[in-house]
């Protein structure tokens, strides 16, 4: 009903950059919040950056003035302008929207709410 995927990551030298890319399709009316998480070996899987329709953005204290989130006006496009990139960015970049709101010509109201869709993830892997 809703996906998201994820695209752009990759091996990159320490310092470098790199631009992932999270599509969402399906029949969306509306997608008011869109996250990155990351996940390295042995770790939780953790918040990097969000975004919400409004243009608000929030970042983990780690990646303050290095990642840059945005996203498309059709909104259902987010980004993650990753820079001076370190070992420890090192893992499975994921995108999640924690609410989706869908044309569903099954149900009363013509809509369906999804909650908490995430993506395949993308490696990314930072070498020193």
């Known amino acids: 009903q809703v996906q998201l995927v994820e695209s752009g990551g990759g091996l990159v030298q320490a310092g470098g950059s790199l631009r992932l890319s999270c599509a969402a399709s399906?029949?969306?009316?509306?997608?008011?919040?869109l996250g990155w998480y990351r996940q390295a070996p042995g770790n939780q899987r953790e918040l990097v950056a969000g975004?919400?329709?409004?243009?608000?953005?929030n970042y983990a204290d780690s990646v303050k003035g290095r990642f840059t989130i945005s996203r498309d006006n059709d909104q259902k496009t987010a980004y993650l302008q990753m820079n001076s990139l370190k070992p420890e960015d090192t893992g499975v970049y994921y995108c999640?929207?924690?609410?989706?709101?869908?044309?569903?010509?099954?149900?009363?109201?013509?809509?369906?709410?999804?909650?908490?869709?995430w993506g395949q993830g993308t490696q990314v892997t930072v070498s020193s």
């Open positions: 975004i919400v329709s409004g243009g608000s953005t």
């Open positions: 999640n929207a924690d609410w989706v709101l869908i044309r569903d010509h099954t149900t009363g109201t013509g809509t369906k709410e999804i909650f908490d869709v």
């Open positions: 399906g029949s969306i009316l509306n997608i008011p919040n």
